[in-house]
């Protein structure tokens, strides 16, 4: 099996990259041949590949890690997604290695044409789509400029407007014809595939409308992610009656799409309330900018920046030695590992009701507020802190781990059911590469690289947190 993704650890360690290594070492437990071929956000000055092995430290296996490094400084850019040279590599690799099936997580940094690159080799696909990469130029359907989920469907209107920000050299009509090429490659992928899978029914209906398609049109099935995850919890805090305050935790990226900023508003809204309140976060700086702003903002608030931590260490953390979890995530999840690691470690939720959370977690244990709504969330805090006991209320109420988060072996399973299927049926019909588009693409991430560098862009997905898929 060739499993195809942006990234991988230990270089890019997102919750894709984590899905993706638990599958390969859970197919390689299971006795099949796995290799990983993975873009890279360290490109070089020209195009050139490199070869690791990842150790399973279950089985004690390897498996070998191809990255291939692409010779551009914009990998994340929407228009240098079709990238014939990573599309040229990837179907000699296809050749050489001959995989029964290919499976495609994603085509950031690599090219949007992995699936039709297999089908010419005669070798099926199945695809795992973790976000909504394919339906926004932006990445993950949030504007900078409003900070506010984008519903619209892919089109000139509003997404080339809403993408201008980035830095390009493209006239209105080639920038639209640019976009179409871009819709159509990936509606191809998608056709192409054997099977296609989302992480949540909501993120599969979604990326149909996103894409224009008719409902149920490009066959999309429902597959949680794969994840192992090791997390027992530690002995809870005195409760918030006995402790004198609600203490309020929170994990991942500071970034605009994380919502941290949104806790923060909360908090300062709910501070006066009947009961003090305490907020710790902890994570990545995915937004410097952001970070440093969000830390001034909470200057005269209980609020604790934790930085980085292992995920290992989540259980004694401070911020997980609270009374509950908060998200204030901006994005239109598409599963929420932090959901995951709440519910291992015992912890009820605040959460938007958007996306994935209501469907992953539903309403044990969790209590859920108006997306993207500080006065929503500080309503609910404010509650809280009327009826602390609510909490010890929502712990017991939370469901097991294993019911929310499907084990490993299950995932694998529900895979190798598709691969059999996929190769039962073989690979579609080959689609030729037209060598003159190339040439064309070729020469349009030419100018781009230009535009960037005069800007002094960054060279990775412009609006990514660079954390969860």
């Known amino acids: 099996m060739l499993l195809a993704l942006h990234g991988y650890p230990p270089e890019s360690c997102g919750g894709t990259e984590h899905a993706v290594q638990a599958l390969a070492r859970g197919l390689l437990r299971a006795g099949h041949e796995v290799t990983v071929v993975a873009g890279s956000s360290r490109s070089g000055r020209s195009f050139h590949t490199t070869e690791e092995e990842d150790v399973d430290p279950a089985s004690g296996k390897r498996i070998p890690v191809i990255r291939l490094h692409r010779g551009d400084g914009f990998v994340g850019h929407w228009q240098s997604s079709f990238a014939p040279a990573v599309g040229r590599e990837f179907g000699a690799l296809v050749r050489r290695l001959r995989p029964d099936v290919v499976h495609v997580h994603h085509w950031l940094r690599l090219s949007r044409d992995l699936v039709a690159r297999a089908a010419e080799e005669n070798v099926p696909a199945v695809v795992t789509l973790h976000d909504y990469w394919t339906t926004c130029l932006i990445y993950f359907r949030v504007p900078p400029a409003e900070l506010a989920f984008c519903d619209a469907a892919l089109g000139p209107e509003p997404c080339l407007p809403c993408a201008g920000y ?202 859920y507020y108006e997306p993207g709504d500080a006065a929503s969330l500080a309503a609910l805090l404010r509650e809280l802190q009327k009826a602390p006991d609510d909490v010890l209320a929502l712990r017991d109420e939370l469901p097991a781990l294993d019911e929310v988060l499907p084990p490993l072996e299950r995932h694998v399973a529900a895979v190798e059911l598709a691969y059999s299927e996929a190769i039962r049926r073989g690979a579609p019909p080959g689609v030729a590469a037209d060598a003159a588009r190339e040439r064309r693409s070729e020469a349009e991430m030419a100018r781009l690289e230009d535009a960037m560098r005069t800007s002094a862009r960054g060279t990775d997905s412009p609006a990514g947190p660079g954390g969860e898929g």
């Open 166 to 367: 980035l830095p390009h050299d493209l006239a209105p009509a080639e920038a639209a014809a640019s976009l179409a090429n871009f819709k159509a490659d990936v509606l191809r992928e998608l056709r192409l595939a054997r099977a296609t899978f989302a992480l949540c029914a909501d993120q599969a209906g979604a990326v149909e409308r996103y894409l224009g398609a008719g409902d149920g049109d490009l066959g999309i099935k429902v597959l949680p992610p794969a994840r192992e995850l090791a997390l027992e919890p530690a002995a809870p805090p005195p409760s918030p009656a006995e402790l004198g305050r609600l203490r309020i935790g929170s994990w991942g990226a500071l970034h605009p799409l994380k919502g941290t900023d949104l806790l923060i508003d909360a908090v300062r809204r709910a501070r006066n309330g009947p009961l003090p309140l305490e907020l710790h976060v902890a994570g990545v700086e995915g937004d410097a900018d952001f970070a440093r702003r969000v830390r001034a903002d909470a200057r005269d608030l209980p609020v604790v920046f934790h930085g980085p931590f292992e995920e290992g260490q989540l259980a004694e953390h401070p911020a997980a030695r609270v009374h509950a979890f908060a998200s204030g995530s901006r994005a239109r999840e598409t599963w929420g590992l932090v959901l995951d690691e709440a519910v291992a470690l015992r912890l009820p939720l605040l959460l938007p009701r958007f996306g994935a959370f209501p469907e992953h977690l539903g309403e044990r244990g969790a209590r």
